[in-house]
């Protein structure tokens, strides 16, 4: 497996950046970054796991305790496709915690 791997932001995903005030934006996109080192739970940097999330098997990863963003990994195209990020309450509630 390659340890580069292209991270890619759903429009949602963009729209909150967007949104976000200057260190929201700033921490949250170095967070990111490290998916594309290693996007699986376990291994590399980051609070990372694999489960269900609305009935699809996503992963997610807690950036700074506030912040979780949702994503899924196409491994044949070395892609890490960033579909949301919400905060960690409604985050939880969607995965049952």
């Not at 921490?27 to 699986?40: N, R, T």
């Amino acid at each position: 497996m390659s340890s580069n791997y292209q991270v890619l932001l759903g429009d949602d995903a963009l729209a909150f950046l967007e949104a976000a005030d200057e260190k929201t934006s700033r921490v949250v996109k170095e967070k990111l970054g490290w998916l594309s080192a290693d996007p699986y739970p376990g291994r590399g940097r980051g609070d990372k796991e694999k489960l269900p999330v609305d009935g699809v098997e996503q992963y997610r990863m807690h950036i700074s305790r506030t912040w979780t963003a949702f994503y899924t990994i196409r491994e044949k195209r070395q892609e890490v496709r960033v579909h949301e990020i919400v905060d960690i309450g409604a985050a939880h509630k969607r995965y049952g915690y």
